[in-house]
């Protein structure tokens, strides 16, 4: 039964690992990491930049609507055929769930996801026991490590909608044991100068940061620009960057872009960005530091070799190093 539903799972090429959740409480895996420090200066403003090489979009793509999980409705923006992936990327979806429809059972290993939530919430629910729900504006980091199994239903009646990145993780920390870090809205530093706000999932920027401890280096900034407002963001040279717009539109280095197109950004250490419309533009900017190692995926599983791959599946069919539960769990 379990490697019919990993075969049906492994068959959408890659893979929802649906909208994650999690609560605060004393039985709850929660961790809270240091304030995140690199060697990379980041800032943003109006400015004149303060980077030299301004980063071009070299590839603009549109995520299109596909069916996942049970019923539910995504826009994958990474993890599509026009962009397989983008190191240390995995997945991008911009996802939609509304009652009866979800992502119920499902195991993970070898990355992480991160669930931030734009409209209602979504309630997760996994194999240690672990149980809960983030709202709008919350954010959940997940480490899936040497394995997770766990469901991500929607918390309430109306529609529920967020993003769910796919971060991979290198081969010493692919069997790391499983943990969570959670920021609810109200924690998740924000700043705004000009016309441009931001709220800063991950890294620093405009003199803000987070405090998620980010295994592979990364950054996510949700960027909000007034009409007419200009942003210079600087972005760590030889860092993988993109851009996915959440609504309006925008000039970005010199390509316009609307709703729903992911951008790719080029070499360089910064992006310039205009709204020149009279409505709001929001989108996120993330970028993270490659791995440059071999990605071998099999649905939710993502090693850097097939026999890793093999050994995998034949875990989590036996219950066995990291999938011990899994057997035996079910959601509720």
């Given at each position: ?109 070898g990355f992480e996801t991160v669930t931030y939530v734009l409209r209602g919430g979504i309630t997760h629910q996994d194999f240690a026991g672990h149980k809960g729900t983030i709202g709008v504006g919350d954010v959940q980091w997940m480490t899936a490590g040497r394995g997770i199994v766990h ?182």
């Amino acid at each position: 039964m379990r490697l019919r539903a990993l075969a049906n799972f492994a068959n959408n090429s890659l893979l929802l690992t649906a909208k994650t959740t999690t609560n605060r409480s004393k039985n709850h895996l929660s961790f809270r990491a240091p304030f995140f420090i690199r060697n990379h200066t980041m800032s943003g403003s109006d400015q004149s930049p303060s980077f030299s090489t301004p980063r071009m979009v070299v590839k603009k793509v549109l995520a299109k609507s596909q069916s996942e999980g049970d019923g539910a409705v995504v826009r994958r923006a990474i993890g599509i055929s026009e962009l397989r992936n983008l190191d240390p990327f995995l997945m991008l979806d911009d996802f939609s769930v509304s009652p009866p429809a979800g992502f119920p059972d499902h195991p993970h290993r070898g990355f992480e996801t991160v669930t931030y939530v734009l409209r209602g919430g979504i309630t997760h629910q996994d194999f240690a026991g672990h149980k809960g729900t983030i709202g709008v504006g919350d954010v959940q980091w997940m480490t899936a490590g040497r394995g997770i199994v766990h469901s991500e239903m929607p918390a309430g009646a109306a529609r529920n909608n967020g993003l769910q990145l796919w971060i991979n993780l290198a081969r010493k920390d692919k069997m790391v044991e499983p943990r969570y870090q959670e920021l609810l809205s109200k924690e998740i530093k924000q700043a705004e100068k000009d016309g441009v706000q931001v709220r800063v999932i991950a890294g620093e920027t405009m003199g803000v940061s987070s405090p998620v401890y980010t295994r592979t280096p990364t950054f996510y900034f949700d960027f909000t620009l007034k009409p007419k407002a200009i942003l210079h963001q600087s972005i760590p040279e030889g860092w993988t960057s993109f851009v996915y717009i959440i609504e309006g539109e925008g000039v970005f280095g010199s390509a316009h872009a609307s709703a729903h197109h992911i951008l790719v950004l080029g070499p360089g250490d910064g992006i310039s960005v205009c709204n020149k419309s009279s409505e709001l533009l929001r989108f996120v900017l993330i970028g993270g530091q490659p791995i440059n190692e071999p990605v071998v995926q099999h649905g939710p599983f993502v090693m850097n070799t097939q026999a890793e791959i093999e050994q995998t599946i034949r875990d989590y069919h036996y219950g066995q190093n990291g999938f011990e539960s899994a057997k035996s769990w079910s959601s509720q």
